[in-house]
T-cell receptor, first 114, second 113 residues
Framework: DTEVTQTPKHLVMGMTNKKSLKCEQH?????MYWYKQKAKKPPELMFV???????INESVPSRFSPECPNSSLLNLHLHALQPEDSALYLC?????????????FGPGTRLTVT | GNSVTQMEGPVTLSEEAFLTINCTYT??????LFWYVQYPGEGLQLLLK?????DKGSNKGFEATYRKETTSFHLEKGSVQVSDSAVYFC????????????FGKGTRLSVIA
C-alpha cells in the first residue's frame, strides 16, 4: 500500500480563521513533507519532518505551523492566512534515512482564503 | 547546486502519437531520478524511477533511461492515449538522507482524440 491520505479535500477559510490540514500514512515511512503548489507550478517545499522532528523549514511564515504527533501523522495548522496563501497543499512521505528519497504524495487539500 | 530542466510545454499530441519529454539535470554525486505525473485536480503520482546510471525505469508504457554521460532522463511513450493528458514533472534526489526532491517546472501534455 503506497497511500497517503489528506483531509479535508477542500477548505475555504477567512483570514481570521484557524484551521488544520491532516495527513496520514501507514507505510512505516519516517520522513514526511508539506508542499505548497500554485497553479501551473511545481510543488514548493515548506517543511520536512524526519523521525518526528522538524528537520527543514523553508523560511515559511509563522501563520503556518506544522506538527508531527507520531510517525504516521502530520498536521499543518493555519492561522491568519492571506489570500495569496490559496493553493493546493500536498503532503508526502518517504522511507527516511540515507539513500533514494522516493516520495509518495497525497491527493492534496485545495485551500481558498477569502 | 542541484537543478532539473524540462522542456517547456504545453505539448499537444494526437492519440497514438509518440511522446518524448526532455529532462536534463545538474547534480553533485549520483542522484536518483524520478518522473511524477499529476492529473487534473489530483496530487502527484510516482510514475517511474531510476537510481543509477543506465537504469531504465518503466511503468504504464512510459520509459526513461538514466544517462549519466548526457545528464538526461527523457520520458518516452510509444503510443499516447487521451487518458495520459496530465502534467509531468521530472525530479531528482541527491541521495543524501532527507534532502528534498528537486523538481523541474513541469510539462503539460494534452492528448486529443
Amino acid at each position: 500500500d503506497t497511500e497517503v491520505t489528506q483531509t479535508p479535500k477542500h477548505l475555504v477559510m477567512g483570514m481570521t480563521n484557524k484551521k488544520s490540514l491532516k495527513c496520514e500514512q501507514h507505510m512505516g515511512h519516517r520522513a514526511m513533507y508539506w508542499y505548497k503548489q500554485k497553479a501551473k507550478k511545481p510543488p514548493e517545499l515548506m517543511f520536512v519532518y524526519s523521525y518526528e522532528k522538524l528537520s527543514i523549514n523553508e523560511s515559511v511564515p509563522s501563520r503556518f505551523s506544522p506538527e508531527c504527533p507520531n510517525s504516521s501523522l502530520l498536521n499543518l495548522h493555519l492561522h491568519a492566512l492571506q489570500p495569496e496563501d490559496s493553493a493546493l497543499y500536498l503532503c508526502a512521505s518517504s522511507q527516511g534515512g540515507q539513500g533514494a528519497n522516493e516520495q509518495y504524495f497525497g491527493p492534496g487539500t485545495r485551500l481558498t482564503v477569502t | 547546486g542541484n537543478s532539473v530542466t524540462q522542456m517547456e510545454g504545453p505539448v499537444t499530441l494526437s492519440e497514438e502519437a509518440f511522446l518524448t519529454i526532455n529532462c536534463t539535470y545538474t547534480a553533485t554525486g549520483y542522484p536518483s531520478l524520478f518522473w511524477y505525473v499529476q492529473y487534473p485536480g489530483e496530487g502527484l503520482q510516482l510514475l517511474l524511477k531510476a537510481t543509477k546510471a543506465d537504469d531504465k525505469g518503466s511503468n504504464k508504457g512510459f520509459e526513461a533511461t538514466y544517462r549519466k554521460e548526457t545528464t538526461s532522463f527523457h520520458l518516452e511513450k510509444g503510443s499516447v492515449q487521451v487518458s495520459d493528458s496530465a502534467v509531468y514533472f521530472c525530479a531528482l534526489s541527491p541521495n543524501s538522507g532527507n534532502t528534498p526532491l528537486v523538481f523541474g517546472k513541469g510539462t503539460r501534455l494534452s492528448v486529443i482524440a
